[in-house]
């Protein structure tokens, strides 16, 4: 027999004492006498005491954290879950988690990750993980786990602490964050910045398969935008977006570059369908008008195609090709889709170093006048005359009026327009 018990001294105090007595008994099984010992156990009751106020105190303080937390042993088993973390896993009582392995609440397919943290924090090391987690009854949440061991008086890992929080907000502000600086808001569709990785990333992986860009420019949006105001170009612009998404859904990625201009990137391959064929499907499908406020609006389109040429292109050079290409599209009289070719190039450069020269020639001297008589046929008399501009270039010599009239035109702005005459 033990007795644990108190003797109250003379200044008031207690001390814990511990009796254990046993009976001595006599061959016919009579208690001949007793004996036992007394031990004073004060300090060791002290210590139990105060070790259990202290698990209390660390109960009080994990359970009133916001933080899941969650005491493990060494090997990973559940020692302890504070209110927070049964809640957030769907379980009403410690009864149904202590001594199952941490892993087995997690989703099956991240038991090998939760199985590796526990590995790293039982050699001493702490590890921070984000995983999500769905119980039976809600939907799934992100959550930042962080997993230390509790060191023992020895200094080595004797249990181990998961502190786990919700950031699933943050996580989706993070996401539409993220959103939001890859696509254009007013048509939800990938803007420059996403389209460019899009296509720098397709480039690297297309394995010498032809990649085509195609960039489309809307004819006459800045008309209808200037007249009939910004509300009715947005909604232009959205109804375009629409259109053309149906349209290309097959070929690869749309984007919106920013004002009316929109561009795909197509995986020929892929989509069996030639580069040009579908530029000229697209042009076709904006024919038809829009209908926005009961008005019927009309937007052409003009479409530039670049085609991968070898291996290893960069993004930029395919990209200026299209350019190039919309630029001839525009050139041509819009509404129409060209395929780049080197040629193209050449005929820019040599526009824009004839625009160079033109805007230098009057002071040079260069332009001159040539004046053609306009006669009445029924009484034979010079009526008037027509002044005619002509352009000798130094290195050139004459420059067709055919040739620098549209560029004198698109570069000086004059009272009226500019004739000639072949």
């Known amino acids: 027999m033990t007795v644990d018990y108190r003797i109250c001294q003379r200044d008031g105090s207690y001390r814990w004492f511990r009796a254990e007595g046993a009976p001595k008994r006599s061959p016919d099984g009579s208690i001949a006498r007793w004996y036992g010992t007394c031990e004073d156990i004060h ?13 209390a105190f660390s109960r009080s303080v994990l359970e009133s954290s916001s933080d899941c937390i969650t005491v493990l042993d060494i090997a990973g088993n559940i020692q302890f879950m504070n209110h927070h973390a049964l809640r957030a896993a769907g379980i009403d009582t410690h009864a149904k988690v202590i001594g199952r392995h941490w892993s087995n609440l997690w989703p099956r397919e991240y038991a090998p990750h939760i199985a590796d943290a526990v590995l790293v924090a039982s050699q001493g090391c702490g590890c921070r993980f984000s995983l999500p987690y769905a119980p039976a009854d809600g939907p799934p949440r992100w959550w930042d786990v962080h997993l230390g061991p509790i060191r ?16 699933t907000e943050q996580k989706r502000a993070q996401e539409n964050i993220t959103h939001v600086a890859h696509h254009d808001f007013l048509t939800g569709l990938p803007n420059r910045m996403k389209f460019n990785e899009t296509l720098k990333e397709t480039l690297s992986r297309s394995d010498g398969a ?14 209808i935008n200037d007249t009939r105001g910004h509300a009715v170009g947005d909604a232009l612009l959205q109804q375009v977006a629409e259109r053309l998404t149906k349209v290309t859904e097959k070929a690869g990625p749309l984007a919106r570059l920013g004002g009316d201009e929109f561009a795909v990137i197509h995986a020929v391959s892929a989509s069996g369908v030639a580069p040009l064929e579908l530029a ?10 829009f209908e926005i406020g009961g008005d019927h609006l009309q937007a052409g389109v003009s479409v530039g195609v670049a085609v991968t040429r070898r291996s290893g292109q960069q993004v930029e050079e395919l990209f200026k090709e299209a350019d190039i290409a919309l630029y001839q599209a525009k050139a041509d009289g819009g509404s129409t889709a060209r395929l780049y070719e080197a040629a193209m190039q050449e005929a820019i450069h040599t526009r824009q170093a004839l625009k160079h020269d033109l805007l230098s020639a009057l002071e040079r001297g260069e332009l001159s006048l040539a004046y053609q008589p306009l006669m009445d046929l029924s009484s034979g008399r010079v009526r008037c005359f027509e002044a005619l501009l002509r352009w000798q270039h130094p290195v050139r010599g004459v420059v067709s009026p055919v040739e620098f009239i549209p560029l004198a035109e698109a570069t000086w702005t004059c009272p009226g327009k500019v004739e000639s005459s072949q």
């Open 43 to 55: 300090e060791r009751m002290l210590a139990i005491e105060a070790l259990r106020q202290s698990e």
């Open 152 to 167: 023992e008086a020895d200094g080595k890992p004797g249990r181990l602490l998961a502190a786990a929080r919700d950031v």
């Open 210 to 223: 032809e990649v085509a860009v195609l960039v489309l420019d809307l004819d006459d949006f800045k008309e």
């Open 280 to 289: 000229e499907s697209v042009v076709g499908t904006m024919k038809e008008p």
